[in-house]
């Protein structure tokens, strides 16, 4: 049998990437700041609308799992920026700042024993951590691929 500890460091670890898809710390920084708000042709977004939508929705799940002052959000207008790039270097290196802390929050929240992973979340009766955790890892990972096409497209990714 897999210990409770085992299984939450697993967790963690999809949570990362890395494993089933590739680690955005792997690639985030390789892509210079004048090309994120470039939506190649034949896409309707950019990688920043992507990244923004990957660390908003990312925000919103970990609100919805441990925040007693949980407001439910507008889909899709809160879910993506409404424009194809940020307004300053200053708010792009910020979006990514908040992101690796709120997964750095949900990681450490995944950690703590005390919280039970299949009991419901403080703002749901029938959503359970775990669920959210799937939930995370697996919105991750889909846009994930998107960011690395964008990446390709614009001829700033190799691999």
């Known amino acids: 049998m897999i210990s409770e500890k085992t299984t939450r460091n697993q967790l963690v670890r999809h949570l990362e990437g890395g494993l089933a898809y590739t680690s955005i710390d792997s690639f985030l920084d390789g892509i210079p700041f004048e090309k994120i708000g470039i939506r190649p042709a034949g896409l309707p977004y950019s990688f920043y609308e992507i990244f923004f939508h990957i660390a908003f929705a990312q925000k919103d799940i970990l609100e919805y799992t441990i925040s007693g002052d949980y407001e439910t959000r507008n889909w899709p207008d809160d879910y993506w920026p409404g424009v194809p790039e940020p307004g300053s270097e200053e708010e792009w290196e910020d ?48 846009h994930t691929g998107q960011l690395l096409i964008i990446q390709r497209l614009l001829a700033v990714y190799d691999n």
Request: proline share 2%; net charge negative; hydrophobic share 40%.
């Open 95 to 142: 979006l990514k700042a908040d992101y690796f802390e709120d997964r750095r929050l949900l990681k450490d929240f995944i950690l703590d024993e005390k919280n039970d992973l299949t009991k419901p979340v403080v703002n749901s009766k029938e959503h359970s951590l775990l669920r959210e955790i799937f939930l995370v890892v697996e919105h991750t990972a889909y």
